[in-house]
Each structure stands twice: as structure tokens, then as C-alpha cells.
């Protein structure tokens, strides 16, 4: 029985794979995005209302070129649709001017000539005394920071892939794909498509489509919560910034201005970035329990007290966390008709429409001139970083 054939077929349309049919789409490739779940949706790694975005990467200052891309791409998908999807608020990096988060920033800034301004432990008190944070503390400030909307920026890619001609299916998992003489048969739960690429853009459930990728991926629970200021002005957007604070040990404690109108929980947005407990995306326990609020109740009343109010929301989310908490964007090595993306280790949204862009190049034409070859599978397999433990991005590689 003849098979309706595509050029490209995505799995996985979330923040990674909405942005990949859209490139595609838009330079007339016939692709299908297939989806486990709605489009958007809140079950994998992009839910909970918005991600920050900002150029002084303290991960490594290899992203800063990516960045580069990202927030002219970001800019694009505004003007095309009209929407505040990237809103630039500004952002504060605060903690040890030696540590990961501060140094790391400024060393991505000096590298790059990003526009920053460090303050002092005294000048940080002046200009945004919503923060208590250890004498010694210093800080990085960043102008063009900010923060991009989740399901808007998803939703803005899949309604645009369908503009150029994309089709895109929900609620069809992927549930096999094979090669055969003519190219890739893909197969759902509804039907078996035949095609020229796949890419695999599945997030948390990247490991059940590619058992055989030899990169260790490890999935996290992670909490999100929302409170009301008990002083809420202080907090709006324009007087306050995205932030986060190093707390020396590792791990980030961040989070949002209070924005208006925004989908989801009202109040401020607060989280702690560091790899929570081991789970699986099938095996997670969605349900918040009152003990999650400890991830972030503590850092409130230590950081921002005048913050310290009732809380509005809570939510739980996956990263899929690689071992060196580097992203992954490949050709499959065994499989060169097969782009991964997987491995986003809880810092991957600002840099979807770049990666999308990369999946593109590389599912039409097998390479990218975008810089990511830091980002390749080839790294796990000569380095013995598969012995290595999971990092959090907060420490420096
Ligand atoms: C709490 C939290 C905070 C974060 N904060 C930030 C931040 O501030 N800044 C930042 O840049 N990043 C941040 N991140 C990271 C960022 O959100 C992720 O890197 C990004 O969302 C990953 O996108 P993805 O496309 O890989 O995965 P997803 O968006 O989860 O997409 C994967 C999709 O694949 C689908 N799928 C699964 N299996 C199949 C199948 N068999 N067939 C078809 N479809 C399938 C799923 O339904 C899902 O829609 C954060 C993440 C979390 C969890």
C-alpha cells in the first residue's frame, strides 16, 4: 500500500521541534511534526509560562554566537507575529565575583563585547534593593536579558509551519522508524509515513526513540513555583529584572519580574536550577506536593523577603540533563539521515529558534555553518565523559 512521503518527518514539536518544522517549512521542505501530547503542551520540558534569555553565558562562552542568532530569530518571530514572545527586562547575575555564575558571565561578556556593567556589593544595594544577598556578593547586569513566553513561541512556530505548507499532527506518537531502500518509514500509532529525514527533537523521551544513541541522558523532576509579593510594586516589570542569584554551592536560584496579563500562575516566578531528583518521563510524579514549595520558599525569604508572600502556583516540569551538561545537536553517526537534539540539561529554550535552524540545515543538506560542533555526539564517545557524573550547567566545563 503506497505511503504518503514526506521530505522530513520531526518527532517531538515542542520548543526544539516546533522551531525545526518552521525552518524547514519555510524553505519549502514538505515536513510533518508529529506530537505524543497537544501542541503545545505543558508535559515535557517548556512548561511554566516563560524562560529566561541572555547573552553573558557563564555555561561556556561557545553559546554567545548561537545567542547571537537566537535573539535575531526571536526578534523575527515577534515582528511576524506581533506578539511580546521575547520581552527584554533586563538581568541581574548575583553572587561571588569569583564563583560560576558571576565570573563565567563576565568572561562570556569580555570575550564577545556584550554590553554588561558589574556592580559592587554597595551599587547592586543602590539600584535594586529588593535583594539581600551576602556581604562579598557582586553582580553582572545585563541590558538585553530578558525572557521568552514558552507555549506562545511554540505555538508561533507550529501556526507558521502550517502557513509555509507544514503539517503537523497531535496526540500521534512516534512509536518506531527503520531505514529501508528508499529512505525512512516512521512509524505511529495511526499510520506508517515514509521519508527522506528524521529528526528527533522528543526531549525527555529521546532515550525511547533512540535506545542506541550512546549519549547518557538523565531526566530530573524540577519544580516552578509563583508568589504574591507582599510589596508587589517593587517587582514589576521595568523596575525589576530576570535574576539569579549563585548560592555557592553549585546551584542558581532565579526568576522573574511580575509581568501582567502573562498565561498561567499569577505573581513572580521563582526556581532553582540545579538537576532535582532522577526520574523517567513515562514513571514522574506530576502531582506538586507541599513539599515542593522548599525548593524555592527559602531562597524567597533569604533573597527577596519583601517577595516572601502567598503562593500563587506550582508546577512541575522534566530537564533531560546530559552528562556534561552541554547540549546535543547531531547527525546520528550510525544513521546520517537522523538530526538529534536532546540533552537541553535546563538551559535549551532561549536557543530553539537557532537549534531549529541547525536541525533544518542539517535534515536538508546534512551540515550547518552554524558554530555547533561543541555540541556534537562524537564528544561522548571519545572523552569518557560517560564516566563523569551529571553536572548542573552552573558548574564551568
Ligand atoms: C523548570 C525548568 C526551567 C527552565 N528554565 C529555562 C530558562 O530559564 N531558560 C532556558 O533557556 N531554558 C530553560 N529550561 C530548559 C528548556 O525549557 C528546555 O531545554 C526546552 O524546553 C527543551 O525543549 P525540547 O524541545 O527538547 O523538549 P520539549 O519541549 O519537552 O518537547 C519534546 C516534545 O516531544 C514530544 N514527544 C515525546 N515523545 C514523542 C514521540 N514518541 N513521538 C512524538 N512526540 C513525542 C513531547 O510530547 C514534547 O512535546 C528550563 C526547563 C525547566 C524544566
Same mark, same amino acid.
Given at each position: 500500500?503506497?505511503?504518503e512521503?514526506?521530505?522530513?518527518?520531526?518527532?517531538?514539536?515542542?520548543?526544539?521541534?516546533?522551531?525545526?518544522?518552521?525552518h524547514?517549512?519555510?524553505?519549502?521542505?514538505?515536513?510533518?511534526?508529529?506530537?505524543?501530547?497537544?501542541?503545545?503542551?505543558?508535559?515535557?520540558?517548556?512548561?511554566?509560562q516563560?524562560?529566561?534569555?541572555?547573552?553573558?553565558?557563564?555555561?561556556?562562552?561557545?553559546?554567545v554566537?548561537?545567542?547571537?542568532?537566537?535573539?535575531?530569530?526571536?526578534?523575527?518571530?515577534?515582528?511576524?507575529?506581533?506578539?511580546?514572545?521575547?520581552?527584554?527586562?533586563?538581568?541581574?547575575?548575583?553572587g561571588?565575583p569569583?564563583?560560576?555564575?558571576?565570573?563565567?558571565s563576565?568572561?562570556?561578556?569580555?570575550a564577545?563585547?556584550?554590553?554588561?556593567?558589574?556592580?559592587?556589593?554597595?551599587?547592586?544595594?543602590?539600584?535594586?534593593?529588593?535583594?539581600?544577598v551576602?556581604?562579598?556578593y557582586?553582580?553582572l547586569y545585563?541590558?538585553?536579558?530578558?525572557?521568552?513566553?514558552?507555549a506562545?513561541?511554540?505555538?508561533?512556530?507550529?501556526?507558521?509551519?502550517i502557513d509555509?505548507?507544514?503539517?503537523?499532527?497531535?496526540? *500521534?506518537?512516534?512509536?518506531?522508524?527503520?531505514?529501508?531502500?528508499?529512505?525512512l518509514?516512521?512509524?505511529?500509532?495511526?499510520?506508517?509515513?515514509?521519508?527522506?529525514?528524521?529528526?528527533?527533537?522528543a526531549?525527555?523521551?529521546?532515550?525511547?526513540?533512540?535506545?542506541?544513541?550512546?549519549?547518557?541522558?538523565?531526566?530530573?523532576?524540577?519544580?516552578?513555583?509563583?508568589?504574591?509579593?507582599?510589596?508587589?510594586?517593587?517587582?514589576?516589570v521595568?523596575r525589576?529584572?530576570?535574576?539569579?542569584?549563585?548560592?555557592g554551592?553549585g546551584s542558581?536560584?532565579?526568576?522573574?519580574?511580575l509581568?501582567?496579563?502573562?498565561?498561567?500562575?499569577?505573581?513572580?516566578?521563582?526556581?532553582?536550577?540545579?538537576?532535582?531528583?532522577?526520574?523517567?518521563?513515562?514513571?514522574?510524579d506530576?502531582?506538586?506536593?507541599?513539599?515542593?514549595?522548599?525548593?524555592?520558599r527559602?531562597?524567597?525569604?533569604?533573597?527577596?523577603p519583601?517577595?516572601d508572600?502567598?503562593?500563587?502556583?506550582?508546577?512541575?516540569?522534566?530537564?533531560t540533563?546530559?552528562?556534561?551538561?552541554?547540549?546535543?545537536?547531531?547527525?546520528?553517526? *550510525?544513521?546520517?539521515?537522523?538530526?538529534?537534539?536532546?540533552?537541553?540539561?535546563?538551559?535549551?529554550?532561549?536557543?530553539?529558534?537557532?537549534?531549529?535552524?541547525?536541525?533544518?540545515?542539517?535534515?536538508?543538506t546534512?551540515?550547518?555553518?552554524?558554530?555547533?560542533?561543541?555540541?556534537g555526539?562524537?564528544?561522548?564517545?571519545?572523552?569518557?565523559?560517560?564516566?563523569a557524573?551529571?553536572q548542573?550547567?552552573?558548574?564551568?566545563?
Amino acid at each position: 500500500m503506497p505511503r504518503e512521503r514526506f521530505d522530513v518527518i520531526v518527532a517531538g514539536v515542542g520548543a526544539m521541534g516546533s522551531a525545526a518544522c518552521f525552518h524547514l517549512a519555510r524553505r519549502g521542505v514538505r515536513v510533518l511534526g508529529l506530537d505524543a501530547d497537544s501542541t503545545p503542551n505543558e508535559n515535557g520540558s517548556s512548561g511554566g509560562q516563560s524562560r529566561m534569555i541572555r547573552y553573558c553565558y557563564y555555561e561556556h562562552p561557545d553559546y554567545v554566537p548561537l545567542l547571537r542568532r537566537s535573539y535575531e530569530l526571536w526578534d523575527e518571530l515577534c515582528a511576524v507575529t506581533s506578539q511580546p514572545i521575547l520581552r527584554r527586562t533586563g538581568g541581574l547575575y548575583v553572587g561571588d565575583p569569583n564563583g560560576p555564575s558571576v565570573a563565567g558571565s563576565r568572561q562570556s561578556a569580555q570575550a564577545h563585547g556584550l554590553s554588561h556593567e558589574m556592580l559592587s556589593h554597595g551599587m547592586l544595594k543602590e539600584r535594586f534593593p529588593q535583594f539581600r544577598v551576602p556581604d562579598g556578593y557582586e553582580a553582572l547586569y545585563e541590558p538585553n536579558a530578558g525572557m521568552v513566553t514558552t507555549a506562545t513561541a511554540i505555538a508561533a512556530h507550529l501556526n507558521l509551519a502550517i502557513d509555509f505548507g507544514g503539517e503537523i499532527h497531535a496526540h *500521534e506518537p512516534v512509536v518506531a522508524w527503520r531505514e529501508d531502500d528508499r529512505g525512512l518509514l516512521v512509524e505511529t500509532t495511526k499510520a506508517t509515513y515514509a521519508a527522506d529525514r528524521l529528526v528527533v527533537a522528543a526531549g525527555s523521551w529521546t532515550s525511547d526513540l533512540l535506545p542506541d544513541l550512546g549519549v547518557p541522558l538523565q531526566v530530573t523532576r524540577q519544580v516552578l513555583g509563583w508568589v504574591w509579593p507582599r510589596n508587589p510594586e517593587p517587582f514589576r516589570v521595568g523596575r525589576f529584572p530576570v535574576w539569579a542569584v549563585d548560592d555557592g554551592a553549585g546551584s542558581l536560584h532565579y526568576g522573574f519580574p511580575l509581568i501582567d496579563g502573562l498565561p498561567g500562575p499569577l505573581g513572580l516566578k521563582v526556581a532553582h536550577h540545579r538537576p532535582g531528583p532522577p526520574t523517567t518521563a513515562t514513571s514522574i510524579d506530576r502531582r506538586v506536593r507541599d513539599a515542593d514549595e522548599s525548593a524555592f520558599r527559602a531562597a524567597i525569604a533569604r533573597y527577596l523577603p519583601d517577595a516572601d508572600g502567598p503562593l500563587t502556583g506550582m508546577k512541575v516540569c522534566m530537564y533531560t540533563n546530559s552528562r556534561d551538561a552541554h547540549f546535543v545537536v547531531d547527525l546520528l553517526p *550510525e544513521h546520517p539521515f537522523v538530526a538529534v537534539a536532546c540533552g537541553f540539561s535546563g538551559h535549551g529554550f532561549k536557543f530553539a529558534p537557532v537549534i531549529g535552524e541547525a536541525l533544518a540545515d542539517l535534515a536538508t543538506t546534512g551540515r550547518t555553518r552554524l558554530p555547533i560542533g561543541f555540541l556534537g555526539i562524537g564528544r561522548f564517545r571519545t572523552t569518557g565523559v560517560e564516566d563523569a557524573p551529571i553536572q548542573t550547567s552552573t558548574l564551568r566545563t
